[in-house]
């Protein structure tokens, strides 16, 4: 739980946790959320050979990220990654809200956008080794499983943004008054 109510920057917790998962947290001061998130990432990472693979990935090498990288947990990073940013984003507008006295029906921000970062990144590291990509050399970087997830995750997320805007923010509003 919280210590005491002061400002805290939504945006700084969200780049802390896209540093690593649960340093948004600690910035929050959800201290056992944080470390919770800090314990289950570096068992995630370290058992999907995560850092391995983004090794390879950088140096240019196709086969290393390939047979590093342990699918069965590589899969569980995106939740995990997106949630932890996600919540603290949210805890952090939450927090500065109930300080100013806004308790506005306890909306939360951003949630098409980190579904589809989720979903998006799931689905690139499953699919990242399609022939598809294989026949164009200007997308060779996709045939890396981390940069396909993170790529496919960011236009999917983006995608959520815009139909949680369009639609659901829409629907909300008009059936709300």
């Not at 470390?35 to 990472?45: P, T, Y």
């Not at 390939?66 to 590589?74: L, T």
Request: with cysteine; net charge positive.
């Amino acid at each position: 739980m919280r210590q005491s109510q002061q400002y805290k920057s939504p945006y700084a917790a969200l780049f802390w946790s896209c540093v690593l998962p649960g340093f948004g947290q600690i910035y929050n001061k959800d201290y056992i959320v944080g470390a919770v998130l800090i314990v289950l990432e570096f068992l995630i990472n370290l058992n999907s050979n995560l850092n391995i693979s983004l090794i390879g990935s950088f140096k240019g090498d196709i086969q290393l990220p390939h047979q590093a990288i342990d699918f069965r947990w590589a899969l569980f990073y995106p939740s995990l990654y997106g949630y932890g940013i996600w919540q603290a984003f949210n805890a952090a507008k939450a927090n500065n809200d109930k300080m100013l006295g806004n308790d506005a029906g306890q909306r939360t921000y951003l949630s098409g956008f980190f579904l589809g970062l989720v979903l998006g990144m799931d689905f690139g590291l499953f699919w990242h080794d399609s022939s598809f990509i294989t026949h164009f050399s200007f997308i060779r970087l996709l045939d890396f499983p981390v940069f396909n997830g993170l790529t496919l995750g960011l236009m999917v997320g983006i995608l959520g943004h815009i139909m949680e805007n369009l639609f659901y923010r829409k629907y909300k509003a008009a059936h709300s008054n």
